[in-house]
Protein backbone atom coordinates (compact mmCIF):
# COMPACT_ATOMS: atom_id res chain seq x y z
CA UNK A 1 0.00 0.00 0.00
CA UNK A 2 2.85 2.57 0.90
CA UNK A 3 4.48 1.74 -2.17
CA UNK A 4 1.37 2.57 -4.27
CA UNK A 5 0.69 5.75 -2.72
CA UNK A 6 4.43 6.71 -3.46
CA UNK A 7 4.01 5.48 -7.05
CA UNK A 8 0.69 8.41 -6.96
CA UNK A 9 2.38 10.95 -5.13
CA UNK A 10 5.33 10.70 -7.75
CA UNK A 11 2.83 10.66 -10.42
CA UNK A 12 0.94 13.92 -9.00
CA UNK A 13 4.37 15.23 -8.75
CA UNK A 14 5.64 14.42 -12.05
CA UNK A 15 2.31 15.78 -13.80
CA UNK A 16 2.40 19.69 -12.06
CA UNK A 17 6.28 19.96 -12.69
CA UNK A 18 5.06 19.79 -16.44
CA UNK A 19 2.35 21.42 -16.11
CA UNK A 20 1.53 24.11 -18.69
CA UNK A 21 -0.14 26.49 -16.79
CA UNK A 22 0.25 30.21 -17.70
CA UNK A 23 -0.61 33.26 -15.82
CA UNK A 24 -2.60 36.04 -17.27
CA UNK A 25 -0.77 38.30 -19.91
CA UNK A 26 1.53 35.46 -20.73
CA UNK A 27 2.48 35.91 -24.44
CA UNK A 28 3.83 32.93 -26.54
CA UNK A 29 4.66 33.16 -30.22
CA UNK A 30 4.70 30.11 -32.32
CA UNK A 31 6.40 30.04 -36.06
CA UNK A 32 5.25 27.14 -37.77
CA UNK A 33 5.34 25.49 -41.21
CA UNK A 34 2.79 22.53 -42.39
CA UNK A 35 1.50 21.38 -45.84
CA UNK A 36 -2.14 21.95 -46.71
CA UNK A 37 -4.86 20.80 -49.15
CA UNK A 38 -7.37 23.40 -50.52
CA UNK A 39 -10.62 23.07 -52.90
CA UNK A 40 -12.90 25.75 -54.40
CA UNK A 41 -16.76 24.85 -53.73
CA UNK A 42 -19.69 26.25 -55.19
CA UNK A 43 -22.32 23.48 -54.30
CA UNK A 44 -22.60 21.36 -56.89
CA UNK A 45 -19.45 20.72 -59.17
CA UNK A 46 -16.72 20.87 -56.78
CA UNK A 47 -12.75 20.59 -57.44
CA UNK A 48 -10.18 18.45 -56.69
CA UNK A 49 -7.59 19.39 -53.62
CA UNK A 50 -4.77 21.70 -54.22
CA UNK A 51 -1.75 20.80 -52.23
CA UNK A 52 0.36 23.38 -50.68
CA UNK A 53 3.18 24.62 -48.12
CA UNK A 54 1.22 27.06 -45.24
CA UNK A 55 3.86 29.35 -43.31
CA UNK A 56 3.30 31.80 -40.94
CA UNK A 57 3.51 32.80 -37.17
CA UNK A 58 1.03 33.06 -34.72
CA UNK A 59 0.79 34.63 -31.07
CA UNK A 60 -1.16 33.79 -28.30
CA UNK A 61 -1.87 36.13 -25.32
CA UNK A 62 -3.30 34.57 -22.34
CA UNK A 63 -6.28 35.84 -20.18
CA UNK A 64 -5.92 32.89 -17.46
CA UNK A 65 -4.46 29.48 -17.80
CA UNK A 66 -7.52 27.93 -20.27
CA UNK A 67 -8.01 31.04 -22.33
CA UNK A 68 -6.09 32.87 -25.26
CA UNK A 69 -6.58 35.13 -28.16
CA UNK A 70 -4.39 33.73 -31.13
CA UNK A 71 -3.82 35.86 -34.30
CA UNK A 72 -1.14 36.44 -36.26
CA UNK A 73 0.28 36.09 -40.08
CA UNK A 74 -0.41 33.45 -42.38
CA UNK A 75 0.67 32.40 -45.53
CA UNK A 76 -1.73 29.75 -47.85
CA UNK A 77 -1.77 28.45 -51.39
CA UNK A 78 -5.54 28.05 -51.78
CA UNK A 79 -7.35 27.61 -55.14
CA UNK A 80 -8.38 24.52 -56.57
CA UNK A 81 -7.23 22.19 -59.76
CA UNK A 82 -8.90 20.08 -62.22
CA UNK A 83 -8.15 17.20 -64.95
CA UNK A 84 -10.08 17.37 -67.79
CA UNK A 85 -10.22 15.77 -71.10
CA UNK A 86 -5.96 15.04 -70.47
CA UNK A 87 -5.79 18.47 -69.74
CA UNK A 88 -4.29 19.88 -66.23
CA UNK A 89 -6.32 23.51 -64.85
CA UNK A 90 -5.32 25.11 -61.57
CA UNK A 91 -6.14 27.77 -59.86
CA UNK A 92 -3.14 28.90 -57.61
CA UNK A 93 -4.41 31.77 -55.85
CA UNK A 94 -2.04 33.45 -52.80
CA UNK A 95 -3.64 34.52 -49.53
CA UNK A 96 -2.05 36.52 -46.31
CA UNK A 97 -4.75 35.76 -43.09
CA UNK A 98 -4.74 37.17 -39.64
CA UNK A 99 -6.57 34.62 -37.98
CA UNK A 100 -8.93 36.14 -35.36
CA UNK A 101 -9.63 33.30 -32.76
CA UNK A 102 -10.10 32.16 -29.49
CA UNK A 103 -7.62 29.29 -27.71
CA UNK A 104 -9.24 27.27 -25.16
CA UNK A 105 -6.40 25.30 -23.34
CA UNK A 106 -7.48 21.78 -22.34
CA UNK A 107 -6.19 18.80 -20.14
CA UNK A 108 -4.99 18.68 -16.78
CA UNK A 109 -1.33 19.82 -17.67
CA UNK A 110 -3.02 22.18 -20.32
CA UNK A 111 -1.25 20.73 -23.25
CA UNK A 112 -4.55 19.71 -25.45
CA UNK A 113 -6.09 23.71 -27.49
CA UNK A 114 -8.44 23.93 -29.71
CA UNK A 115 -9.61 27.07 -31.36
CA UNK A 116 -11.95 28.76 -33.66
CA UNK A 117 -12.93 32.14 -35.03
CA UNK A 118 -12.64 34.41 -37.89
CA UNK A 119 -9.91 34.89 -40.33
CA UNK A 120 -9.70 37.53 -42.28
CA UNK A 121 -7.59 36.65 -45.98
CA UNK A 122 -6.15 39.34 -48.34
CA UNK A 123 -4.86 37.75 -52.06
CA UNK A 124 -1.10 38.21 -52.50
CA UNK A 125 -1.43 36.43 -56.30
CA UNK A 126 -3.28 34.81 -58.25
CA UNK A 127 -2.17 32.86 -61.68
CA UNK A 128 -4.37 29.71 -63.72
CA UNK A 129 -2.42 26.96 -65.01
CA UNK A 130 -3.07 25.33 -68.30
CA UNK A 131 -0.51 22.73 -68.41
CA UNK A 132 2.66 24.25 -68.54
CA UNK A 133 1.38 27.60 -69.44
CA UNK A 134 0.61 30.08 -66.50
CA UNK A 135 -1.08 33.60 -66.71
CA UNK A 136 -2.10 35.64 -64.19
CA UNK A 137 -5.91 35.99 -63.23
CA UNK A 138 -7.31 39.10 -63.94
CA UNK A 139 -8.49 41.42 -60.63
CA UNK A 140 -12.11 41.63 -62.60
CA UNK A 141 -12.40 38.11 -61.79
CA UNK A 142 -11.49 37.51 -58.34
CA UNK A 143 -11.99 39.21 -55.03
CA UNK A 144 -9.18 40.95 -53.31
CA UNK A 145 -10.61 39.89 -49.85
CA UNK A 146 -12.25 36.65 -48.46
CA UNK A 147 -13.72 35.74 -45.18
CA UNK A 148 -12.90 32.17 -42.97
CA UNK A 149 -14.23 30.62 -40.51
CA UNK A 150 -11.27 28.95 -38.71
CA UNK A 151 -11.15 26.01 -36.03
CA UNK A 152 -8.50 23.46 -35.04
CA UNK A 153 -6.80 21.31 -32.57
CA UNK A 154 -3.18 21.03 -31.60
CA UNK A 155 -1.06 19.61 -28.75
CA UNK A 156 2.38 21.14 -27.27
CA UNK A 157 5.35 18.55 -26.51
CA UNK A 158 6.86 20.99 -23.35
CA UNK A 159 10.67 21.10 -23.73
CA UNK A 160 11.27 23.37 -21.06
CA UNK A 161 9.50 26.17 -19.14
CA UNK A 162 10.25 28.58 -22.21
CA UNK A 163 10.33 26.59 -25.45
CA UNK A 164 7.62 23.72 -26.57
CA UNK A 165 6.81 21.93 -29.81
CA UNK A 166 3.59 22.54 -31.33
CA UNK A 167 1.47 19.93 -33.22
CA UNK A 168 -1.71 20.90 -35.17
CA UNK A 169 -4.40 20.48 -37.42
CA UNK A 170 -6.30 23.66 -38.73
CA UNK A 171 -9.67 23.97 -40.99
CA UNK A 172 -10.74 26.92 -42.79
CA UNK A 173 -14.37 27.40 -44.61
CA UNK A 174 -14.77 30.51 -46.55
CA UNK A 175 -17.89 32.78 -45.43
CA UNK A 176 -17.53 35.19 -48.68
CA UNK A 177 -17.80 34.82 -52.52
CA UNK A 178 -14.32 35.53 -54.26
CA UNK A 179 -15.81 35.06 -57.76
CA UNK A 180 -16.48 37.98 -59.39
CA UNK A 181 -16.20 36.64 -62.86
CA UNK A 182 -20.15 35.59 -62.64
CA UNK A 183 -22.87 35.13 -60.66
CA UNK A 184 -21.56 31.76 -59.22
CA UNK A 185 -21.04 31.67 -55.68
CA UNK A 186 -17.22 30.21 -54.74
CA UNK A 187 -15.47 29.64 -51.77
CA UNK A 188 -12.03 28.35 -50.93
CA UNK A 189 -12.10 25.38 -48.01
CA UNK A 190 -9.57 23.04 -46.91
CA UNK A 191 -6.92 22.04 -43.90
CA UNK A 192 -3.42 21.77 -42.97
CA UNK A 193 -1.26 19.93 -40.65
CA UNK A 194 1.52 21.61 -38.91
CA UNK A 195 4.42 21.59 -37.14
CA UNK A 196 5.25 24.69 -34.39
CA UNK A 197 8.08 26.26 -32.12
CA UNK A 198 6.55 27.48 -29.40
CA UNK A 199 8.22 30.31 -27.46
CA UNK A 200 6.93 31.98 -24.45
CA UNK A 201 8.02 35.44 -23.85
Known amino acids: MKKVFLSLVALATFGFANA????KGTIEITPKIGASS???FNGNDNSDYNAGVELGATVDYYFNNRWSLR???IADKMGSKNQFAGNFYEDELNYL?????????FGSTRKWNLNFGLSPSFLTSAKFNENANTTDIPESAIESFQLGFTYGIGYKIGIN???????????FNG?????KASQE????GGYSF????????
Do not use: C, M, Y
Not at 175 to 179: G, V
Open 20 to 23: QIKE
Open 38 to 40: FGE
Open 71 to 73: SGL
Open 97 to 105: SIPLNANWH
Open 161 to 171: DKFGILIDAQF
Open 175 to 179: LTNIN
Open 185 to 188: RIVN
Open 194 to 201: NLGGVIQL
